[in-house]
């Protein structure tokens, strides 16, 4: 029952009528003008429409991020996935049990190996914040996402816990309403490492974005049940895995995007867990899955 109630919490902010949706666009759109779409540079065109060969894009973010490389896919202008390894740099992350991990080490290790997976498999293109240990802020890992115009976000993490007992596997989708205290707890930790914020706008512009932020809900639970379902019975997942919040990092890539956490690192189990190649093997199998097909799934549609 708790499970039910959780899902019907989770939906019912992201719910929209896509009839009406579209009518509002149609009727905002051809009054104000707001879609009348900003060209993108030449070379980020070149860069990315069409593209299946292993490339570099060059993407503007600052100092912290610059080429930015794409993995092959089967054929011509398959999706995009954009893998963000949580931390980095002067940010460690959690300390595992054993005193010798760090989270950052761990989610670069488990975005590298779910990339080559994506890779070999073909299905889609894939592209990661950061492939060595460098500092991002949450607007830079974000805007990367958007400005490729990813089809999914996925943000890596190793939970962490004062309880030393606590372990398995959660999903988190975004959500204006936490679904509990620990997820409400874990979204203020993230949020708060520079300081995103998001001020209300109650123009028309802000109420399309509104309406696209409930479809952008809607899809990103889709995504993280779709998740929970591909690693049932492979790996160890907490009760009630898929959780919700207003994680700023999620609601500021504007597309499908969850944030996954592979274990706890506080955890004596879930640490030597997570540090063996073939136990990671399992969970990025599923992860790998269920990209694909909720990809496919929005493609058909």
Request: charged share 25%; hydrophobic share 40%; proline share 4%.
């Amino acid at each position: 029952m708790a499970s039910k109630s959780f899902r019907a919490r989770a939906f019912a902010g992201a719910a929209i009528s896509i009839a009406g949706l579209a009518l509002v666009v149609a009727a905002l759109s051809s009054s104000h003008g707001f879609f009348s779409r900003k060209q993108a540079p030449a070379s980020d065109e070149k860069a990315l429409i069409g593209e299946a060969r292993g490339g570099t894009v060059r993407v503007e973010l600052g100092s912290a991020v610059g080429d930015v490389k794409l993995t092959e896919a089967s054929s011509p202008g398959r999706p995009i996935v954009v893998l963000d390894p949580g931390h980095g740099g002067r940010d460690p992350g959690a300390k595992g049990a054993s005193g010798s991990t760090n989270e950052k080490d761990l989610t670069l290790l488990f975005a590298r190996e779910l990339r080559d997976e994506l890779a070999e498999r073909g299905r889609v293109r894939v592209a990661m914040t950061r492939d060595d240990d460098r500092y991002l802020t949450l607007d830079q890992r974000a805007e990367l996402a958007r400005r490729l115009g990813a089809s999914v976000y996925l943000s890596l993490h190793i939970d962490s816990a004062p309880n030393p007992l606590a372990r398995g596997a959660t999903v988190y989708s975004l959500s204006d309403v936490a679904s509990d205290a620990e997820a409400a707890r874990l979204a203020m930790k993230e949020n708060s490492d520079d300081g995103l914020t998001s001020e209300p706008d109650g123009s028309v512009r802000g109420i399309l974005s509104d309406l696209a932020l409930r479809e952008q809900m809607n899809s990103s639970a889709s995504l993280a049940e779709r998740l929970v379902r591909k690693s049932a019975g492979r790996y160890q997942l907490r009760p009630e895995p898929h959780r919700f919040a207003d994680f700023r990092v999620l609601r500021h890539a504007e597309v499908p995007a969850v944030l996954f956490e592979a274990g706890y690192i506080s955890n004596v189990d879930d640490e030597a867990m997570l540090l063996q190649p073939e136990k990671r093997a399992q969970i990025v199998l599923a992860l790998a899955q269920a990209i694909e097909a909720d990809v496919a799934s929005r493609i058909v549609r």
